[in-house]
C-alpha cells in the first residue's frame, strides 16, 4: 500500500558526506542540512503522492511536500505528463509563449474568486456569488524564484514611489535578497541568525523591522519615517516562524495605514497563495471568511511554490498602474533568462488545473485531523503547546499561548522539537527539520498515510515529553 521501495544505492550518511566535499554544507539550502534537529539528512531519490524514498530505500509519510509546491502530493500523474509533453515540445526558448499567459489568468481568476474551502467554507456551502468585489491581480509577470518576486516588488515599490525605506516584520521570510534578510524566518530563524553576513550598512539600514500584529508600532514608524517609507511587505499570513496568522483585521489596518502614507502594500503569498485556500490567504479574508478582512486589497502579490507545481516558477501581480512601471513599458527593470520556461509553465497550469474543490477539502480535512492528533498527542504526555492555523496550513510551538509575533516565538521550548521529528522520523514520518516551520499536507495524503502520521504521533509526543 505504500510507495515502493527503490534498490539501496548508498546509505544517507555516505551521501551526505560525499555531498559536503563539493557542496557548502553538503545542501544547496540551509534547512536541509538538519542543523537545528541533529543526525544526517535524508537524501532523497524519487517522491509518489504523499511518500518520499530515500537513497537506503526507505519511504516516510511526507509533511515537507518540497516546503509547499506538493499541494497534489508528488509526481502527480497530470502535471508530470503535462511535464514530459512541454519537455519534448523544448525545454525553453527565451521567447514567449501562449502558455504563460494562459497562467497567468489562470492565477488572476483565481486569486479573485471566492475559495472553494476552507475552515467554515465548504463548497457545498458557498452561495451563488462568485466573486469578491475587488480584483487585485491587473497584471502578472513570471519569474523563476519567490526571492526574485518580493526583490522585484520591493524595487517596484520604490520605483513607484521614489522613496527609500522598507518595512518589513520580524520573523517573515521574503527569500534571501539583501533588503529582505533582516530578523527574518525561515532558515533564519532555525540558525539563531538576526540577518546575513556580506549585506551592507547602507542597504540594512533601508529596512524598517516592526514587530508582527502590533499596529501601534506600525502607526509609530508611520508617523516618524512616513514620508521616506516606499513599501511593506508583510507575510499574507506569517508561516517562516511556524504558523502565526494576522490577528483580526491587521492586514486591513495595515493596508489601510500604508495608503494614507501614500506607500505600497505588498503582501507575500509566495507559501501561503493556492494553499492556504484556494484563493490564498487574501481570498479568505476578502470573502469574510476570516473576519474582519473585507474591504482591503494588496497592491502588489508575490506567488511562488504551487503556481509551480514543483518546478522554479513565482509570479508578481498587482495594481496595472504599478506593475506597467516594469520594462519594457517603465522604467524598472527586471528580467529572466528563464522566466516562463515553458516546462515550468506547464507544471504550473497542470497543477492549478488539478487543484480543485475536492484537493482543497481533502487538504483542509488532512490539516484538521493532524492539527487535532498533534494536540491530543501532546496534551496526552502534558507537553505544553499550541498549535496554530491559517487556513490548511499549521504548525506546533512548544509553549503555552499562541504566540504572536517573533519574540513570543522563540520564547518556546524549542529543545524538545529533535526528539519530536527524529522520533518520527525513525518511525517512518518526515516533517519539516525546523520548529519554525509550517507543516505541508497534500490531498495525495490518503487515509492510508494519514493513519501512519496518527500512529507516529503519539510516540514523537512521548520523546518531546522525555527531551
Ligand atoms: N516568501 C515566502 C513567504 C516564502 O515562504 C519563501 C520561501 N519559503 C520565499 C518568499 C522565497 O521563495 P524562494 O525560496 O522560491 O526564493
Known sequence: ???????????????????????????????????????????????????????????????????????LGHTHPAVVEAVQQAAARGLSFGASTPGETELAEIIRARYSAKPFTGPGCRSDERDDDDTP?????????????????????????????????????????????????????????????????????????????????????????????????????????????????????????????THEIGAVLIVDEVLTGFRASSAGWWGLEASNIVPDGMGWSPDLVTFGKVIGGGLPLAALGGRADILDRLAPLGPVYQAGTLSGNPVAVAAGIATMRAADAAVYERVAYVADTLAAALSEALAAEGVAHSIQRAGTLFSV???????????????????????????????????????????????????????????????????????
Open 397 to 467: 510551538a512548544f509553549r503555552e499561548g499562541a504566540p504572536r509575533n517573533y519574540d513570543e516565538v522563540r520564547q518556546q521550548d524549542a529543545f524538545r522539537y529533535p526528539a519530536f521529528f527524529h522520533a518520527a522520523l525513525d518511525a517512518g514520518v518526515s516533517l519539516p527539520p525546523s520548529v519554525f516551520e509550517a507543516w505541508f499536507v497534500s490531498a495525495a495524503h490518503d487515509d492510508t498515510a494519514v493513519n501512519r502520521i496518527l500512529e507516529v504521533l503519539p510516540v514523537a509526543a512521548r520523546a518531546a515529553a522525555a527531551a
Open 133 to 257: 468585489p475587488i480584483r487585485p491581480l491587473e497584471r502578472v509577470r513570471l519569474v523563476s524564484t519567490g526571492t526574485e518576486a518580493t526583490m522585484t516588488a520591493i524595487r517596484l515599490a520604490r520605483g513607484f514611489t521614489g522613496r527609500d525605506l522598507l518595512v518589513k516584520f520580524a520573523g517573515h521570510y521574503h527569500g534571501h535578497s539583501d533588503s529582505l534578510l533582516a530578523e527574518a524566518g525561515s532558515g533564519l530563524a532555525t540558525l539563531s541568525m538576526p540577518g546575513s553576513a556580506g549585506i551592507t550598512e547602507a542597504t540594512a539600514a533601508q529596512t524598517l523591522v516592526l514587530p508582527y500584529n502590533d499596529l501601534d508600532a506600525v502607526r509609530a514608524a508611520f508617523a516618524q519615517h512616513g514620508d521616506r517609507i516606499g513599501g511593506v511587505i508583510v507575510e499574507a499570513a506569517a508561516a517562516n516562524m511556524g504558523v502565526v496568522p494576522p490577528s483580526r483585521g491587521f492586514n486591513r489596518a495595515l493596508s489601510h495605514l
Open 1 to 71: 500500500t505504500t510507495h515502493p521501495t527503490t534498490k539501496p544505492t548508498l546509505t544517507n550518511a555516505e551521501a551526505f558526506a560525499r555531498a559536503r566535499n563539493s557542496i557548502p554544507g553538503g545542501v544547496n539550502s540551509p534547512v536541509r542540512a538538519f542543523g537545528s534537529v541533529g543526525g544526517t539528512p535524508r537524501f532523497l531519490v524519487s517522491a509518489r503522492g504523499p511518500y518520499v524514498t530515500d537513497v537506503e530505500g526507505r519511504d516516510y509519510v511526507d509533511l515537507v511536500g518540497s516546503w509547499g509546491p506538493a499541494l
